[in-house]
């Protein structure tokens, strides 16, 4: 069974004639261990296809299912639970808060999740191990890089060990040195965590470095 399976998912903003399109009858699966890149313009629905696998919104039409949950079903408490447990999300923006380390970063889903502390503190040197940043653990965010920040996002984005990672422009705001360096690393956690990616991108050739698929949407479809 494919990780995730969306069937004729429509979505569509407004009423009468101010009615938006975002997504169009969209049909398309996701292997477990793959890692999809989706392409496109600005307003082709990228990102109304992110907020939709994160659980952040619903399909209006069509059915979504992830690891065997139907979104398009759930209610608002299993969707929580969904976002908890079963996906993880890097954002352009870091959403690191100021004045915390980056330990205390990367442990925050679990003191929400309230993870006994001995678990959450193994939990969190592993992520941190994972993105190569166990030496800057008790590092605020302004004593770190660009590419830094992306990682400890990265490492909270992991922690709990997620099936699905989904990454909605993740090297946006970094240069072209770091940018390659995230996508790699995420490559590599593919391999190392054995989860499944999901990323949206502007950018065919950091897709082309290490996307084992290309979907390119247009105007709310998947493209031949």
Do not use: W
Request: charged content about 25%; overall charge neutral.
């Amino acid at each position: 069974m494919p990780l995730v399976e969306l069937r004729d998912v429509e979505k569509r903003y407004g009423r009468g004639a101010a009615e938006v399109a975002a997504l169009r009858g969209v049909t398309m699966d996701v292997e477990r261990g793959e890692f999809v890149a989706v392409l496109g313009r600005s307003g082709s629905g990228k990102s109304t296809l992110m907020n939709l696998l994160a659980g952040l919104d619903r399909p209006t039409s069509g059915t979504i299912r992830v690891d065997g949950r139907d979104l398009s079903q759930a209610t608002p408490a299993e969707l929580a639970a969904y976002r908890a447990r079963t996906i993880g999300v890097v954002f352009q923006q870091f959403h690191l808060l100021p004045g915390r380390t980056a330990a205390e970063q990367v442990a925050l889903p679990l003191v929400l999740d309230e993870t006994p502390p001995g678990e959450r503190a193994a939990l969190v040197a592993a992520a941190l191990d994972a993105v190569g940043l166990s030496r800057r653990a008790t590092h605020v965010p302004a004593e770190l890089s660009g590419g830094e920040q992306q990682r400890v996002a990265v490492a909270r984005a992991v922690v709990r060990k997620p099936p699905l990672l989904l990454c909605d422009e993740p090297t946006g705001n970094l240069d072209s040195v770091n940018a390659e360096a995230v996508v790699d690393l995420l490559s590599g956690l593919r391999a190392r965590l054995g989860c499944t990616v999901v990323m949206i991108t502007h950018e065919p050739d950091l897709a082309d470095r290490v996307a084992s698929r290309r979907v390119r949407m247009e105007d709310g479809r998947i493209a031949p």
